[in-house]
Every structure is written in structure tokens, then in C-alpha cells.
């Protein structure tokens, strides 16, 4: 059973972030009146490097708090950075004042806290943008939103067009307000442009970076809304502007940013304290990952000022609010009831704390199983009644920073967005309506924020160091204790060889390697793709510290960077990351492929023309410099387990005009440990090398899986993943039944609504998932195969004599077509997908991160093969004139597609598709030789990729929009005969061309 935080949470208590992707650390106490949030950013440093401090005083009193005293007692060795300092009430920047400095202590005097507020934190996101001049259905949804939310509670409207020719806001505009107001609710007012087709035009600007004209426009339908003295009337720009669908089809971040400067100009010359700017709510996830989009934004200048809360849209996808970034227990960041905590961290780390956060959208989709193979159930009426319902009074109304929720949506009467809505267009409640209403709406206390904001740099020795802050006002002090560690890493130890001084960095003690072990083959690598943060150790001591980085990506979210990037001065320096492996001794082959970018405004040195040979890369004295004659160069290199030299696989200085592809054969290396080690030199000399790179295997070939293998002439099964379907080669196109309920009320998610093709070919075989179980139909005959409960994934035979079928209970069964149970395999925890080898069935275990080889005739298991992080769904791609058998395998866990040769494992190549980072279902086209995949590119619209099977390549992209978002898609097939593309969310069905263009 969970145990809820309670009230007390926000209270006294310390939190731990770690899962943040910045590294920022969070400490929170209180006493009294007066307490205090720290944030330490980022939270792990090179001796000497540089970190941002944010102390939050929060005061919870509902006056201004005056002569305040704040001081911080810096950890040993660490110095203050001059002119650095930055103050801010509830966000809001009020001066750069120097504190007084004494040894380690700093001291800043007579400081103002703003006074806090008691507010409902509750809303809902009400829908009348289409319908608003009927103003009886105007007062219908605010009527129930005040049922359901009580007085005071927030309401966010859509009001739009606005555009350059706009003279001021629509008369139902004005109503809309001024009756929120009426039924004392607070309006969020989300203002937009134009919508076309199925998608929304980005504002028109007077020239690049410029949007004086389209601003003055939003600030004319701004004056003309209602204002009530007390109520604070909010502004939201626009929405989700990390959406193409959202910007003309290229969503940018630096137009975004220059926007939002320009409008919150504008508004703000209406000089009137009751209007507050929210920038357009960010889309986890997205076609531009958010927190990418918040570092374009803020880069734009004046966007980090331009506004006054900050709008962010948690949606948990199907995680219980328990899953959460405050406590500590989220894996998937982006799919959490405070994953905003993520944009929080990059715009501290841009220069801004303190301010408020509105929850303009989140919520749960009726149906929604993204995270199914993670072990969360699929979201039903009752689970998300709970699970909505503690988030609102356990967790929202507990964290300080949260002003205002509104869920969406309350109900969209053209039923676009059914799954959201909390009542029926007939009025009937859903169960989340009827519990969240009978809650009580408790106010909480929203503190006034003072933010002190300061960088440091550590100091030389390494170790975890502590802060402390402290300080009050007559009457009430607060103290954070111990807070916001730093973990220092000093000079670290790297390679030593032999005896003259040499451009490779050298050991100063001898680490423990611990590497990965994959006794059955597949990639040693771990977190290759760079996109979280573990895995590799970064060096050296110095200016040139590598990175992570989602500026330059091969593919992804992140990659590294090492080396000295402009505008940083050139220094003499080493700049490396690397990752133990274990080869194992009895692998056929083992084979090193990175992806790097090499620039360089040195002399160029191709692969090749180095001088640093392995005989000259002797050991040079610990933590000494390149010499500024010795040349830059960006490096592979060979460590063993001690980390001493053992060879120079490539080394150059080179200035690419992309992406560029290394392999290495390390055969030679079976049966040792060894590090994989990536540097970029620069000696010093006034001119920059620096390289990024990403993508990073090392795949080992084992001996063959001892079984039948198809031949090129067999056709892999082909099957649909959650919900699915599955058929032999012989199927005909699918069609979708409709559905049938009670007039207004959508049907339940469930299996997918689809008819068997009447023009089946003699002797082709079906098989369908059923409420029962899999009904399989050979011809005109059609049998029932029993399942003991419900049932994931199915697949057929390539012969159409076998079908298997796997449970979430964790059972695999096998039966033969004509209904003899074969075995029932259960020693997987939550098998997922599954595809034939011929008379070999191989499963997806993401539970245990690999895939399972079960071999007739008891179908035990053979052999496992470790895959990614949670290998999920599966296709198979038989072998074909010079192309060998692939088999794909859907990455759950980091949102990558893998492509393995058959049977060795062997990675040809992998793509990772963005979005929330994880995958859902795949299908193979071998007319077109294309892989398709179905992934959730938000928690509200889904996509769909298409890639050359061959070489991993984007040949197609088809994104859900606002007329179909594609919000449950999941189960794909491909029909060869009909060349179509099938997929489905469980009720309706959809058919695509293989470059993903709607047929119907």
C-alpha cells in the first residue's frame, strides 16, 4: 500500500532530484513563518568548476516580509563568484546585489519577502472555444466546473483567432470572463492564432525575431477582457509551441522566445498588476524535447523575464501519482505528475527562481497503457478516479510551487478528445467527476518566494560538499541545515604507460573497472545513445570538461561533448569519457562503432598523419597540460583494466562537415576488460578543437542459437502489439465494425473493434485476440482458443500450424492452430512481444531486459540474449537475396528501435524516435523493405515512423494532429497484399500507405 505525504510534505522535509536531468539538487526546510528551498545546479563538478546556487526564502505569512537577512555559509575551499548575484520576489528580478563576504560566509541584509496567498489550487480545463457565443453552454460548463472544483478555483479557456488584424476581444471573450468571475472561478485565458486544416499557424512576424505588430493585437483583446480588484486575470501565449502541429508545421524555440518577449512587452505597457503572463505550456515529450525548447527560449534575449508564472502540462501518462520526481521514484521522467520540475531545473540553470507554476493541462486518457510493460495497469474509470483524485489532494496541494491545476478536459462535445473528458456530452459524470467533487477543496498556502541566486566555483579537493543557509526577520528565522550537496570530483586518474611525456592523460591512482557483462552477446555498451546519465565517467581536471549536450544529436535527445566549443577561450586541456567493457573469450566476432563530429580550427591532421603512436604515448607527469607545440586532436583510444594505455585506434584533427561513422574490430581484445576512451586535446594555442558524439556499440557475435533458421523463401509471422491482431502472409486488409454504445457515450477501450476479411484466400490463417482468448480461422472454419485471462501480444507460425500468445500474468502459451495446447511457458514475469524463428519462439522480457529463445517441444528456454532497456515489441525481416535476417526489436525503456542481425545479435543498426522516449507496437512491409513503429510523441497525440528497414533511416513521419491525435494508438500490421499499413487503438482503425499518408 503507498503511504501519501500528507500536508506536512511541503512542510519539513528534504527531497532528492537525482533523476533530474540537469543534476540539480533540492533541499527544503521550514520553520516557522519563514522556509527555505535550496538548489544546487549542477551537482557534480570538476575541482575549480563553476555552480549556480538558488536559495528560495519562502513566507508563508500573508504580509511582506521586510529586513530580512540571508547568509550562506560556502563549503570549504569554494569561493564566491564576484558580481554574480541576483534577487527576485516571486520570480521577478528586483536587484544584483553583492553580498558582504567574510571567509566562507555571505551575507545579504535588508531583503523583502512578498507576502504569501491562501488559494483552491483546483481547476479544469473547460471547452467552449467553438461553441462560445451560446451562452446557456458558456454557463453549463462553468456551472459544473464550479460543482466540481468550488469557489475560487481556476478555469483555462482557449480564446482564438488573434491575429495582426485583431482590433480587440469577441463579445463571448468578454462574457466568457466576466462570467467565470460570476460563478467565482479564476479564468486562464490560453490565447492562439489561427487554426488550418488540422494544425495551428505560428504568429506572423514583422521581420525575423521581431512581432511588434501581432503583440499589439494581444494586448488589444488583453484590455478588452474583464478585471476584478483580487482576481488575477492570467494570460497564457499560446500552447505546446514544441508542437509542429502548434507552429506551422517546424516548431522553433528561439521564435517561440522572441514571441513571448515581444507580447509580455505589450500586455505589460497596459500597466495594470492584475494581468499575469504564462508563457504556452510545454508538451513533454514533443517534436522538440522540452527541455531543449526551454534552453532555446531562454536563449532569445529578454525571454527569461517575459514571464510571470510559469505554465507547464504534467501528464502521467498511465503512472499512479506516486510516481514522481519529488520523491524520487519516477524511471521515465517525462510521464510524471511533476515532471515540470525538469523545466524548472533548465530555467535555473538560465538564471530564474522563485516563481509560481500553473498546471494548464495534465490528466489521464481513459485506456492508456504506455507504460503496460512497465507494470502499470492500463488507465480505467476507477484507477484514474484514484489515481486524479490523490494527485489533487496529496501531492498538488502539497508542493509549494504549484498556484493552479486545470485538468483537461472537462468535456469536448464534438468528441475529439473523448478519452479526457470528465463528463459525457449527454452530462453523465465520469466516475473521476463524481469522487474529485464529493472531495473537500481545502485552500493552501502559496508562500511569497525570495530567491537569492549566486554561482560559486569549488574548490580543489574533491568529496561531497554541504551548504548552509540561514537567516530571518524579527520574530521568525529560518536554517536549512546541511543542504544541496556537490559532489567535487578532482584531478582524475587516467592512463600511464611508459616513459615520455605524451599527449594521452595519465593515471594518478588505479581505478576499479566495472564493466558490462553480456555472456550471451548483443551491444556491451551501456547507455550508448547518451540519454541518461550514468553509465560513463567523464575526465579531465580542467577547462574542457565534457558534457552531456541535446545541442548536436546523431540521433535521440542527447549526445557528448568534448573539447573547447566556441565561444569558450582555448586552453591547454584533455577532455575525455569512457566506459568499461568485457569481452567475452568465446565471441565470433566484437565489433567498436561510434558516430562523431569532429571541428577543429587547427591545422588539420587526417586519420593517420598523428605522431602519438602507441610507443609515444608514454605516461607524462600527473596533471600536467598539452604543450602549445604539440598540436590538438580528438582521439579513440584503448585502456585495459587498470586504465593503462593498450592501443590507438584512430586519432586526428579534423574539422567534418557531419556526422561520421568509426568502426573498429576488437576481436583481438575476447576474454579482457577493457576501457573505451574518447578524447579531444587542445594545447593551448588560441585555436579550438572539440568534437560530440553519440551512438556508441561495441557488439559481440556469439556462436549461433542451435535451431532452425528461415530461409529466404519464409515469411516472418506478422502481428499486432497491444492491442493485437495477427496473421499469416495470406491476410487480407483488416475492417473496422463500428462501435456500438449508448447515445453519447464513447465505448470502453478494449480490444480492437475489427471484422475478419469475408475474401480470405483458401487456406490462409487468422488469428484475433478475443475476451476468451485468440480465435484462429483457417478458411471458412473458425476455432476458439481458450486463454486462462487477458492476453498482450500473438503470433502464428510462418507454416500457420502454431500460435502463440502471451500473458501479462506472465504465461506464454503455444497451441497448434487446430486447438491442441502445446505448453505454457511461465518463467518470464511480463513476456511482451513475440515472432517465430522458424520453429523457434522468441519473446520480448522487458521485465528483465532481454529476449527469450523457447525451443519445442517443451518451449523451456534455450537461450536469452540481453537487449536495451526494456525490449518490447517484435517483426521480423527474412533474409533476401544479399540482405541477411533482421530481427527489430522495440526498445521500451529508451524509445529505440534496434535492428539485429539473425542469429548472432548482432546490431546493424539502431534509431531512436523522441518523443516521451518510449515505443509501443512495429510492423514490417517486405514489398517496400520498411519498418513501422507507433510511439506516444505526447501523452495527448501519438506518431508513426517509417524507416528503411536496411539502413535505419526516417523515410516517413506522420504525427497525430488535432483533428485525429492518435491518442491510444499502439497495434500495428502491415497487409502485403493490400500494401496498407493498419493501425489501431483498440476502437478505431485507421489505414495508412507506406509513406504514412491516411487512406481512410
Sequence with gaps: MHRPPGRLLAVLVVFGLGLIATRAVRSATSVGILGVEMYATPAQVLAGGRLRYDIIVQNRAATALTGIIVTDELPPGFRYVPGSAIIRADGRLVAHTEPGVNGQRLEWNELQAPPGAWVNAHGIHTFVQDRCTDTAYVDYQLDRARALMGPGASVRQLFYPVTTSTSGARSCWHYFVEAAYNHELHPIIRLAGRFEGSGWQKPA?????????????????????PRRDGIPLIIEVWNEPNLDIEWSGAANAAEYGAFLRDVAAAIRGLNDSRILIANGGLAPGGNILNTTFVDGMMAVPGALEAFDLWSAHPYPSNHPPEYNLHGGTARHTLATIDSYLLELARLRAAGRSGFKVLLTETGYALGDSSYAWDGFPAITEDNRADYVSRALSDYWQAWPEVQAVTPYELVDSFGNWAVWDWIYPNGTAHRQYDVVAAQAKFQKVVPGTLSVSFLAESG???GVFYTRAYGGTAGTTFDSGPAAPVQVDGPTPTPTV????????????TPTATPTRVPDGGNLIQNGGFERDEAWRFGENGPATGAYTSSVVHSGQRAVRLGITPPSNDAASYSSVSQAVTIPADARSADLTLWLWPHTEDDPAPPGSTDHTGAQMAARPAGSPPSQDSGD???????????????????AAENGDGWQ???????????????IYVNSINDGDGRRTWLFLDDVSLTVAMPPIPSATPTATEAPATHLYLPLLAANEAARPLRAAPPTSAAGTPPPPGLPQVALPAEAEAGAVHAQLTTGGVAVTRGSSTRQLRAPGPLWSVALSPDGQHMAASAPDGRVLIWTTDGQLLAEQRELPRPGGLVWLGDILIVADPAQKRLAFLAPPTYAILRSIPVGEAPLALALAPSRDDVKSRLFVADAGTGTILALDVPTAAVFWKYSVG???????????PGSDRLFAAYPLTARFRALVALDATTGTLAARRSGDNRRPLTLLSALRFDPAAGHLIATDGSTTWWFTPDLQYLR
Excluded at 514583422?206 to 493585437?217: L, N, V
Excluded at 584503448?638 to 584512430?650: H, P
Design 633 to 651: 586532436r580528438q582521439q579513440v583510444i584503448l585502456l585495459d583494466d587498470k586504465r593503462q594505455f593498450l592501443a590507438l585506434l584512430w586519432s
Design 460 to 462: 580543489p579537493l574533491g
Design 661 to 675: 561513422r568509426l568502426d573498429f574490430d576488437l576481436s583481438s581484445y575476447r576474454g579482457r576488460t577493457i576501457w
Design 915 to 925: 518523443g516521451l522516449g518510449t515505443l509501443l507496437g512495429l510492423a514490417y512491409d
Design 205 to 225: 512576424a514583422d521581420s525575423p525575431g521581431h512581432y511588434t505588430t501581432i503583440a499589439a493585437a494581444v494586448a488589444r483583446v488583453v484590455a478588452d477582457l
Design 498 to 509: 611508459t616513459a615520455t611525456p605524451s599527449r594521452t592523460p595519465t593515471a594518478t591512482t
